[in-house]
């Protein structure tokens, strides 16, 4: 198959996935806005009612575990401006102790949302996991081969 050829097929694949993504009912908004919570192994999972009603409970409770840490990462942003928008010398100690605040901050974020995924989780089913893991596999599977082909050295054996 050409490369032309392999890159339309590619992009038809694309289309079609695309298209049943907005056939599937989807989940609930995650705590950030974003589709899935940011939970990529939740795509193409159908969940029943009562799975949806607690995976939104889920995230209900993740966006406003992370209000509160939004707030504070507001507030370091507001700090660090004022250390760089004050005439003379900029205090690296309070520069340095505001950087080390952001990383713990970073942390809680990243332990919060993996305990929101943890939870998601331990919703679904064995099947619904499996069926998960199956369609990551497929959609690994076709990345790589895109990867390989956009990447490709041999240019001459077209």
């Given at each position: 198959?050409s490369?032309?050829?392999?890159?339309?097929?590619?992009?038809?694949?694309?289309?079609?996935?695309?298209?049943?993504?907005?056939?599937?009912?989807?989940?609930p908004?995650?705590?950030?806005?974003?589709?899935?919570?940011?939970?990529?192994f939740?795509?193409?999972?159908?969940?029943?009612?009562?799975?949806?009603?607690?995976?939104?409970?889920?995230?209900?409770?993740?966006?406003?575990?992370?209000?509160?840490l939004?707030?504070?990462?507001?507030?370091?942003h507001d700090q660090?401006?004022?250390?760089?928008?004050?005439?003379?010398?900029?205090d690296?100690?309070?520069?340095?102790?505001?950087?080390?605040?952001?990383?713990?901050?970073?942390?809680?974020?990243?332990?919060?949302?993996?305990?929101?995924?943890?939870?998601?989780?331990?919703?679904?089913?064995?099947?619904?996991?499996?069926?998960?893991?199956?369609?990551?596999?497929?959609?690994?599977?076709?990345?790589?081969?895109?990867?390989?082909i956009e990447?490709?050295?041999?240019?001459?054996?077209e």
């Open positions: 198959m490369r032309s050829s392999f890159l339309i097929a590619a992009m038809a694949v694309g289309a079609l996935a695309m298209g049943q993504a907005h056939a599937q009912p989807q989940p908004m995650g705590p950030h806005g974003c589709g899935h919570g940011g939970l990529p939740l795509e193409g999972v159908n969940l029943t009612t009562k799975q949806k009603d607690s995976v939104k409970k889920i995230f209900k409770e993740g966006h406003e575990d992370m209000k509160a939004h707030k504070q990462e507001h507030d370091l660090f401006e004022a250390i760089m928008l004050t005439p003379g010398k900029v690296q100690a309070k520069l340095d102790a505001l950087v080390t605040e952001q990383n713990a901050l970073d942390a809680k974020e990243n332990a919060a949302r993996q305990a929101t995924a943890v939870k998601v989780h331990d919703v679904l089913t064995a099947d619904q996991i499996t069926a998960a893991k199956d369609r990551h596999d497929k959609i690994r599977a076709l990345m790589d081969q895109i990867h390989a990447h490709d050295d041999s240019k001459g054996d």
